[in-house]
């Protein structure tokens, strides 16, 4: 299972984990799902985790919460299109100074963490024309390929077709060790919305 930092969805892989979005940083002992030779080049170019926006490009709404809605989209280098999740924060590209300073604060823990069982933050950029679709500051985050969330995974289960025991034990393993990443950060970090929706 993954966990998401306000978006998320969970990995199609031989053996299902879950992965948990929110606000993280690495624990010494997690197990890294990144190769250093394939890193993505967006954590090259971002520039104290500020992205260039003219590589950016919005693809479909993938799901809204509070304060901000997700979108599939990419980002295109050399002629070649990442695939990644943009959450566009509420409020345009005139928010309050404080909630500026405490987006930066939230996605700059979130991009410090590099654990299988949390979601990467690649880092942000700003939409600041108004006349352009969705203004504002986007977070630009990894998207999980052939997810869904445990909320929508629930919600499909039949009285019938409840997943076997192991499998739930495992899912809920997955969760704590993605909160126990955060909570081992320093300073440790709550993530402060753990639900359904957000694995």
Not at 66 to 88: L, S, W
Not at 120 to 138: A, E, I
């Given at each position: 299972a993954k966990w998401l930092t306000g978006n998320r969805e969970a990995a199609g892989r031989r053996s299902p984990r879950a992965t948990v979005t929110g606000d993280t940083r690495a624990e010494p002992t997690a197990r890294s799902r990144r190769n250093e030779n394939r890193e993505p080049p967006m954590v090259a170019d971002a520039v104290d985790f500020l992205l260039p926006l003219k590589r950016l490009e919005l693809g479909p709404s993938l799901g809204r919460g509070?304060?901000?809605?997700?979108?599939?989209?990419?980002?295109?280098?050399?002629?070649?299109?990442?695939?990644?999740?943009?959450?566009?924060f509420d409020g345009g590209a005139s928010l309050p100074t404080a909630a500026v300073a405490q987006f930066k604060k939230e996605m700059e823990a979130t991009a410090g963490i590099d654990s299988e069982f949390l979601?990467?933050?690649?880092?942000?950029?700003?939409?600041?024309?108004?006349?352009?679709?969705?203004?504002?500051?986007?977070?630009?985050?990894?998207?999980?390929?052939?997810?869904?969330t445990l909320q929508n995974l629930l919600s499909v289960v039949e009285p019938d077709n409840i997943p076997p025991l192991q499998q739930r034990i495992q899912m809920l393993t997955d969760v704590a060790k993605g909160m126990l990443v955060l909570h081992c950060d320093l300073p440790?970090?709550?993530?402060?919305?753990?639900?359904?929706a957000n694995v």
């Open positions: 509070a304060t901000a809605e997700v979108f599939g989209g990419g980002y295109v280098k050399d002629g070649v299109r990442y695939p990644v999740a943009i959450k566009v979601v990467k933050t690649y880092g942000y950029t700003v939409q600041p024309d108004p006349s352009k679709p969705h203004p504002g500051y986007w977070l630009v985050m990894e998207l999980v390929p052939c997810g869904t440790p970090v709550v993530h402060r919305d753990l639900k359904s």
